[in-house]
């Protein structure tokens, strides 16, 4: 079971390891300290960068 899903908003996300916020870089999703990030899920935001929330999903799960 994944610990975090497409339907997690990038706070919610964010909250759970400081390791977060390198791989949502390597994403080139600069989430702190964006206001959409509080509101705005995984999949909203990588569907608005163009990114597959799959891969971020998987990329973000590795770190648990």
Do not use: R
């Not at 990038?10 to 390198?22: I, L």
């Not at 999703?29 to 959409?36: K, P, S, T």
């Amino acid at each position: 079971m994944s610990v975090i899903t497409k339907d997690m908003t990038f706070h919610e996300v964010m909250q759970k390891s400081p390791e977060v916020v390198k791989v949502l870089g390597s994403f080139n999703l600069g989430c702190v300290g964006c206001m959409g990030a509080i509101n705005e899920t995984l999949e909203q935001g990588a569907t608005a960068h163009g990114l597959d929330v799959e891969d971020l999903l998987t990329a973000l799960n590795a770190i648990f």
